[in-house]
T-cell receptor, first 114, second 110 residues
Framework: DTEVTQTPKHLVMGMTNKKSLKCEQH?????MYWYKQKAKKPPELMFV???????INESVPSRFSPECPNSSLLNLHLHALQPEDSALYLC?????????????FGPGTRLTVL | QKEVEQNSGPLSVPEGAIASLNCTYS??????FFWYRQYSGKSPELIMS????GDKEDGRFTAQLNKASQYVSLLIRDSQPSDSATYLC??????????FGKGTSLLVTP
């Protein structure tokens, strides 16, 4: 299995809602990432998990809360989001969280905040 | 500032021609480079990785790296309309993060 899966594909939520994005990989990768991508912009790194531990938080607002329950799963919990948080949220994985490791992206979740 | 620069395009080439996509980077510590293809509304797909100076070929794709000139390129031979997409160049130094360029839009016309 050489893919990263993400659910849901699309999500519409109000500013008071709580929702979660899910990501799964079965490639035995030990590093997983959350990125945010706005239209016509490159992906922006949000969080990095290495061996199930949070390694990097790129100054992301606390309304985004990541979780790594095990080496195959990565969640992103969303609460009290703002309309400007509407974007494509991408999960990626790599064998290790090391320079030079190829990162493989999932299909993304298209999030709209009303 | 660790920057990766790409011409945003659009780069328009006729079907069957060679498309040449270019990328420069400012961080001399960058050791690894990646080309991702992204169709509109879809996620980035890794198409090439290059780690050392010179050329690396995979099918119709050739990646070129020149660390002295801090220059990375991607050549697509026999371009097809299905190659029309945004191509993202990314560099990696000693950290976790990929430094992405803003992407070059490629349009292959029949």
């Amino acid at each position: 299995d050489t893919e990263v899966t993400q659910t849901p594909k699309h999500l519409v939520m109000g500013m008071t809602n709580k929702k979660s994005l899910k990501c799964e990989q079965h490639m035995g990768h030990r590093a997983m990432y959350w990125y945010k991508q706005k239209a016509k912009k490159p992906p922006e790194l949000m969080f990095v998990y290495s061996y199930e531990k949070l390694s990097i938080n790129e100054s992301v607002p606390s309304r985004f809360s990541p979780e790594c329950p095990n080496s195959s799963l990565l969640n992103l919990h969303l609460h009290a989001l703002q309309p400007e948080d509407s974007a494509l949220y991408l999960c990626a994985s790599s064998p290790r969280a090391l320079a030079g490791n190829e990162q493989f992206f999932g299909p993304g979740t298209r999030l709209t905040v009303l | 500032q660790k920057e990766v620069e790409q011409n945003s395009g659009p780069l328009s080439v006729p079907e069957g021609a060679i498309a040449s996509l270019n990328c420069t980077y400012s961080d001399r510590g960058s050791q690894s480079f990646f080309w991702y293809r992204q169709y509109s509304g879809k996620s980035p797909e890794l198409i090439m990785s290059i780690y050392s100076n010179g050329d690396k070929e995979d099918g119709r794709f050739t990646a070129q790296l020149n660390k002295a000139s801090q220059y990375v390129s991607l050549l697509i031979r026999d371009s097809q309309p299905s190659d029309s997409a945004t191509y993202l160049c990314a560099g990696s130094n000693s950290g976790y993060a990929l430094n992405f360029g803003k992407g070059t839009s490629l349009l292959v016309t029949p």
